[in-house]
């Protein structure tokens, strides 16, 4: 099952530019957007699992908002893949995952415009995203995958100068200018992928591939992340995890390379399709 934010309403999708609008077949029961839906996960899996899905509306990709749009938080994990941790000079956790945030307030849909923040280096980092379906505290690493509502991608774009500044790195504030959150296209339900542990992750830069991975190589795979971060936090219906990136990122090359104005960034995980933004300078300030 496949689940799209067309402008704030829920559709459940019969392909990648039509559905159902589940407010509207549901009789009102479920929806309009997302974020309700979430809240009720588990009737509504029963009833979009008999539900009739058409192309009774269609939709264009710049009609796409994350997901979940309005999630309580957003945990991001770092160093979660071991070549990746060793070309950003860390060694890989065996642990705990390191943990930040991408505050809210950087989350957008999947086809973002986004703004490079004047003296920055700005990275992309391919994720996998899982969402949470169920409030889960304390929960059993073989009993984590059923607190996930679905996957989806995203891309925890990363300004350098600012995270790394300082006495101690800020990865939170690094990785939260506006739209350094894109999510989407849309949430596909677990058992539609065709591995949910090992889903090959790829991005590009103007049409040269960056990154190419599989979420085998997680240090932390999804079941065990929500395990872990339960013990710690309760996570909420909506809740947004972005699972850390492999290796490929701009800060680890030789030499670096990082977002220009113009550039085209594509991020595409296997069975949940592609995202896309583009990139732009600051303007200048307006006089006066
Ligand atoms: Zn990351």
Known sequence: MRLANVEG????????????DVEHSSDGK??????AIF???DSFRVWADHAAVTAEVTFTRDQLGSPSPQPKQIVAIGLNYSAHAAESGFAA???????????????TGPDAEVVLPAGGNTDWEVELVAIIGRTATRVKED????????????QDISERVSQLAGPAPQFSLGKSFPKFAPVGPWLVTPDAVPDRDELSLSCAVNGQTMQDGSTRDL???????????SQTITLYPGDIIFTGTPAGVGVGRTPQQFLQPGDELVSRIEGLGEMRQTFVSKAPEAEG
Do not use: C, M
């Not at 240090?219 to 971060?229: C, G, H, T």
């Open 93 to 107: 956790p065996d642990r705990l995952p390191p943990t930040f945030t991408k505050f809210v307030s950087s989350l």
């Open 39 to 41: 809240e009720n996960w």
């Open 30 to 35: 479920f929806g309009p957007g997302l974020s």
């Open 143 to 154: 009993e984590a995958w059923n607190y996930v509502a679905g996957l989806t991608i995203g």
């Open 219 to 229: 240090i932390f795979p999804v079941a065990r992340l929500v395990s872990e971060l």
């Open 9 to 20: 309403r829920a559709v459940l999708l019969a392909s990648d530019d039509a559905g159902i």
